[in-house]
């Protein structure tokens, strides 16, 4: 949509692919025949099966408001609606666009138009909870963004519903809010949510979960001939144990593999999620990893937190670049169960791996006061502000105080 990758350069050649030995069939899947072991095409052809594996993924969730169906409508999923949304500016340029939600597709989207279009854009972005990342950050690392984006120039409304989209001649013309009041849009982009393609599992009998088809922990459906894997499966989080969606390319990648050696006879299982993600908003870059003070709050967790303002390099170097952790204890076993970044620097927040694999490896405030940085003045801050311990350090205070 910005221009800076082509649509050729996001999906796997199929030369590569038949290069491998693999038979690329381009068709649409209408229906599973698990007695036969067979699948059926839409144009009547069938394809037989030793070994299914359904990586279906999710469409995009369209509320059924008035005007959904207006032209300049649009939705955020997958290569076919950004060259949409591309179409969209080359033949009619829309100047006000309005987005509805505030999770990270949003803001990155928002954030390149505005750069890919500088100075002719009026960009509003709608969301019906209190700020914007709400799945990934806290309140107060939150403002951190919001801060940035509208520095930026992009209108945030949090705490407004969307009750009707408006329209003139089949086309859209604005947003009306259930607050009353009224946005003028010439293109308007959803973006609150998916739900698993399903379709095709509930037809051929699987078992279905919550929110997903449902796996064990090797990808194996209920049908011991098909595997499943990615956004059309129910996943668990790794802390709570409770099922969870999980849609995010992370897992999708792992489950992939995972069943790949399934397939190849190994017994590696799914180790669960913590939905750790990320974005960058020009020069903003947020990423988290586990819970947040609130989700934890909500799942019967006593939590103690921290935060550490950092740099991104010793302070007497030039160029240092300003950065906040934020860490999430579980006050009854100390151990980590989340975190979050905000940076100016990529390297910065990708800080947030490490607090997964501390994470993943149950580690206490305790341990984590002892965790060692590869320090140098280029490319790490100062001892009293590498932000992993500083903020295990400021934890571990305020449960001794406790």
């Not at 910005?2 to 899947?29: F, M």
């Not at 949003?106 to 138009?113: Q, W």
């Not at 984590?368 to 992993?388: G, Q, V, Y």
Request: glycine share 10%; with cysteine.
């Amino acid at each position: 949509m910005a221009g800076l990758a082509a649509e050729t350069s996001v999906v796997v050649p199929d030369q590569n692919l038949q290069n491998q030995g693999i038979e690329v069939v381009v068709g649409d899947a209408v229906r599973l025949e698990t007695g036969q072991r067979r699948v059926t095409l839409a144009d009547g052809s069938l394809i037989s099966y030793d070994k299914l594996f359904l990586a279906t993924g999710a469409s995009p969730v369209v509320p059924p408001i008035e005007g959904r169906d207006l032209d300049g409508v649009l939705t955020l999923r997958g290569l076919p609606c950004a060259c949409k949304i591309k179409e969209a500016f080359a033949t009619g340029r829309p100047k006000r666009i309005v987005f509805v939600g505030a999770g990270f597709i949003t803001l990155e989207v928002a954030s390149l138009l505005m750069a890919a279009n500088p100075d002719t854009l009026d960009v509003t972005i709608v969301e019906l909870l209190d700020r914007p990342l709400p799945l990934m950050l806290d309140a107060d690392m939150a403002a951190l963004v919001r801060s940035h984006l509208e520095e930026k120039g992009l209108k945030i409304l949090t705490g407004e519903r969307v009750d009707k989209i408006l329209g003139r001649e089949g086309k859209v013309s604005g947003v009306a809010l259930a607050s009353g009041r009224q946005l003028p849009a010439d293109l308007v982009l959803m973006n609150i949510g998916t739900r698993p393609n399903v379709e095709l599992a509930q037809e051929a009998g699987l078992e279905m979960g919550r929110f997903g088809i449902k796996v064990n922990c090797y990808q194996e459906t209920s049908d011991p001939h098909i595997l499943a894997g990615g956004d059309c499966v129910e996943k668990f989080h790794l802390i709570t144990g409770k099922p969870v969606p999980g849609q995010l390319r992370g897992p999708a990648v792992i489950q992939g593999r995972l069943a790949a050696k399934r397939l190849a006879g190994y017994a590696i299982p799914f180790p669960g999620v913590l939905n750790a993600g990320g974005c960058q908003c020009f020069d903003c870059v947020a990423t988290s990893t586990g819970l947040t003070e609130e989700e934890a709050a909500k799942e019967g967790f006593d939590t103690v937190s921290a935060t550490v303002d950092s740099r991104s390099k010793h302070g007497m170097i030039p160029g240092a670049q300003t950065w906040r952790l934020k860490l999430v204890f579980n006050k009854n076993n100390h151990k980590l169960i989340g975190g979050q970044v905000v940076a100016q620097a990529v390297v910065s927040a990708k800080a947030i791996d490490t607090v997964s694999a501390l994470i993943w490896g149950g580690k206490t405030v305790e341990d984590i006061t002892t965790h060692m940085c590869a320090c140098n003045p280029d490319i790490s801050s100062e001892p009293s502000l590498e932000p992993i311990s500083i903020a295990a350090e400021q934890a571990l205070q305020k449960l001794v105080a406790v």
